[in-house]
């Protein structure tokens, strides 16, 4: 005689009317198997990712990943712990340094490395049905969430509503490293693989504020770049000035060199013309003084000579006009001594200067 005995799936397991098993992490079972009629005994079947624990009578009858095996349910107690990683999502609510309230949203991934000391902690055991029979598996994910929500609360608690908006990258290492080093997580066989911020938010009120505060201090930088840009403006008019100054400063000081180098050569022309003035000057006076020496030395003999003699002397070269104006002066001079004087025309006309012949 041959009855059909229900297998008994994973947590989560859910029976659809197709007469298929699926899990919640894509496991395939069948639904029915024919075994000899045992009053109580079941099967399980469970995949790598699941770690079971079948005890028997207070004792550990087997345990390991991935086991099948026949149990008398009336004295097993069967233990599921999910071997595989888990991700757990939460949202904290946090208030910053400056009393800013902050919504932080992230993900935990963690896994079960010691199934013995969880399983001492929290009950996992299933039913038949693969089902848990309490609410301890959502206990594990209440002590991690607290655990992580105390090392966040800490991390914004120190720093202002400015800094914990934009200090996800500091507070990844400082709350993973916290979650690692916890012995309370620690006690629960559990590893945490992962810690991630998906974001950091600020209230409505709050992020309408900061965001017209940074639209203002944006409009603040596009204006004074557009004064920079004017002043680098300005300041590339001044040097382009300053070039042309200097340009002409440096033309007006070749035209000075030239100027002054033109100055140079007519001094030195003028110099040298000086020089030969006072050259010439010098030696028209030598001249003058040689000439004068000359005559001194003519005239020296016949310095103390009277006139009268020296005209008697040279009457032979005189003129005659001259000679008789003289003669005329004589008898002016000695008139008291002359009685009478005829003068003839011949005489006077012989004084009287002689017309050119044409």
Known sequence: MFISVDLCPIPG?????????????????????????????RFMKVPPSTYVLHYKNGKIKREGAGLSFFYYAPTSSIVALPAASAD????????TSDYQEVT?????TYRVTDPKR???????????????????????????????????????????????????????????????????VAMLGVEIMGFGILSIKPTPEMARALEAEAREALQG?????????RNAAVEQERRIKESELNTEIAV??????????QMAAEIAVEKQRVTLIDQRIENDRKEAESRAHALEATLKPVRDMDWRTLMAVSAGAADPGVLMSM???????????????????????????RKKEE
């Open 104 to 108: 932080i949203q992230g993900q935990l």
């Open 327 to 353: 003669a005329f002066h004589e008898l002016a001079q000695n008139a008291q001594k002359i009685g009478e004087l005829n003068i003839t025309p011949d005489l006077l006309r012989a004084l009287l200067p």
């Open 88 to 95: 757990l999502p939460f949202v904290f609510h946090e208030l």
């Open 118 to 184: 969880l399983a001492g902690l929290l009950n996992f055991t299933v039913d038949v049905g693969g089902k848990f029979i309490c609410d301890d598996p959502d206990v594990l994910k209440q002590r991690l969430v607290q655990a992580t929500q105390i090392l966040t609360r800490t991390f914004t608690q120190r720093a202002p509503l400015r800094q914990v908006l934009t200090s996800s990258d500091a507070m990844v290492p400082e709350v993973l490293a916290g979650l690692r080093a916890s012995d309370s």
């Open 252 to 261: 007006e000081e070749k035209r000075r060199q030239i100027r002054e180098t």
């Open 13 to 41: 397991v859910h029976r659809p009317a197709d007469g298929i098993l699926r899990g919640n992490r894509g496991l395939w079972f069948k639904r029915k198997e024919v075994y000899p009629a045992m009053l109580g005994i």
């Open 221 to 229: 930088r596009a204006d004074e770049a557009i004064y920079a840009r």
